[in-house]
């Protein structure tokens, strides 16, 4: 997925969904680098991270049952 993809599928800042209180969240340690480079990316571009983070594992694991399913 490129970028431009990935930003005109994504929801943009908003108030949050009941799928957060009603199927909970988890932590994630990205270190202070990586935290810095999401958090100004999310920033430029209106984002909550944790929208972005969400829709980076679900097309990668679209990406990875697709591969499984044709081997």
Known sequence: MTE???LSKITRKKTRNENTEKWG???LSLGEKNYERLHNYCTKHNLYKATL???LVVDYLDR???KDDNV
């Open 4 to 6: 431009d993809e990935l």
């Open 25 to 27: 969240m988890f932590g």
């Open 53 to 55: 983070v969400r829709s």
């Open 64 to 66: 990875a049952e697709q």
